[in-house]
């Protein structure tokens, strides 16, 4: 039976490898794994290579990887509006979950409170965090975190290289900066200012828990 890190470890996304040269893109579809929106099997570059990403009615592929891995308000609204929702719902972009969590609108949302953040990753609901790595905690980096079953949290980073899954303490929180050794280095979770993200149900607005851990 896979221990919780090797499932996360069989799971991650790595940005250049599985996907395109896009942490926020990497750490998105990672979390959409984790929630059941995506075959756990399937990495971003199945979405990148599927026939609807391909075909060029549906914006090219540079106007695709721009919705999966800025936060501008365009890439936001593009990928809400007309990315996520092809990626979750068509056969034909080639990474649809065969059961997946809900049958109803969804979309990945922005927001700026650790509070919030913390309340969130307590119930189970995995948060795309930026991060920084040099003493300015200016965000220079995104990762994926989620809580287990039993409570206790992970770190799954992006970045090629190893450890790419890191447990972290008992006391974690948001609200202070915490040290980590990745497969980035030395980085501090969260930057600041706070960025955070998850999926959530459009109209409910209900976040979407981890199915996967």
Not at 24 to 39: I, M, P, R
Not at 53 to 59: E, H
Not at 130 to 146: P, S
Request: with cysteine.
């Amino acid at each position: 039976m896979e221990t919780i890190k090797q499932k996360l470890t069989h799971m991650r996304e790595v940005e250049g490898v599985t996907g395109p040269l896009y942490c926020l893109a990497s750490a998105k579809f990672l979390a959409g794994k984790l929630v059941g929106l995506y075959d756990r099997r399937k990495s971003l570059n199945n979405f990148m290579g599927s026939p609807w990403a391909s075909d060029r009615n549906n914006g090219g592929l540079g106007k695709i990887k721009n919705a999966w891995g800025h936060a501008d308000r365009a890439a936001v609204e593009d990928f809400n509006n007309r990315v996520l929702k092809a990626s979750v719902e068509l056969e034909g972009a080639g990474v649809k979950a065969d059961h997946p969590p809900t049958t109803n609108p969804v979309e990945f949302v922005y927001f700026y409170n650790a509070r919030v953040a913390d309340h969130l990753l307590n119930q189970h609901v995995p948060v795309v965090a930026g991060v920084a790595w040099d003493d300015t905690l200016v965000r220079k980096h995104f990762i994926t975190l989620v809580a287990d079953s039993a409570g206790a949290v992970w770190e799954v980073d992006p970045w090629e290289g190893e450890p790419g899954v890191v447990p972290l303490s008992d006391d974690f929180t948001f609200t202070q900066e915490t040290p980590v050794h990745s497969s980035m280095g030395s980085i501090t979770i969260p930057s600041r200012p706070f960025f955070f993200g998850y999926y959530r149900e459009r109209e409910s607005e209900t976040p979407l828990t981890a199915t996967a851990v």
